[in-house]
């Protein structure tokens, strides 16, 4: 005979935003939401996102009415948020947050949960070939590291640095030739089944290597000054610090204590007289942050007044 599901209930009042608050349940846990009393008269729509799923709390009409209320079932992990709308506004009059914690199923079907976690970090580009990675991860395992967070495994751009991804669709070459996703599946399966060892497999899709083709191919898809227009102030300083940058390495400015190589408290005093005196002033970036005021604008703006 199955045990009884836990059950949690939350009760709804007007008014009452948690959002410093969060209830943890375990998967196919039960939560009951009840009414206060500042709602009994009202209808009540309640919404939990992201499952979409929405309920509604009618009226009472008689006594045994008051003991209304809803239930979601904890059939899937993640982080939700409830709210309630009364009547039919689309204003909310509360909300709050739940988390069903996370477990994992693991070779011999044993269940880890999210508090028996011990989880270590590897940055992949620097664990070397495929087939040498078992024997350099066997020393997070006899620590006693239960996971393994792996920085992105594809390949990397001209920086090489792990989250500068050159080709999202291609693994490093480091990890050897011939070597693809599939392959380190299979080795990510063999620590499981013989470590009881699982891994959490960072991706990073915001972030693309200059060297990348795709972003060649759609260089409307990074910030640039037509799509970002707030960030013209900073890539005209940028700009501006890196042609100074080359003229002190090209000695233009040793006449006024700022040679070629900086090595002294004078010549950071004489970089920054320069850098205060000569190149800020010189890029008025101050202007892209004032208005022209037109003559048709400001009548707009007396117009808007006197309205």
Known sequence: MSATPTTLCIELNKGERLESSIFRLQKDWILRFTLGKGLYAKNV???????NREYIFPEPKKLSDFDHFVEFTCDQFGSFRYEFFLEDSTLSSGDGYFHVVPEWN????????????SCITHLAKLLGPLNEWKSRLEVAHKAGYNCIHLTPIQELGISNSSYSIAEFQTLNPLFGENVDFNDVKKLVDELENKWGMIFVQDVVWNHAARNSKWLQEHPECAFNCQNSPHLRPAYILDRA??????DISENKYADRGLPAVIDNDGHLGALAHILRSDILPSLKLHEFFQIGIDNDLSQQWMMDAQN
């Open 45 to 51: 729509r309640l919404t939990i996102q992201p499952s």
């Open 106 to 117: 693991i070779a011999g079907g044993k269940k880890m949960s999210l508090n028996s976690l």
């Open 241 to 246: 610090l890196f042609h100074l940058s080359r």
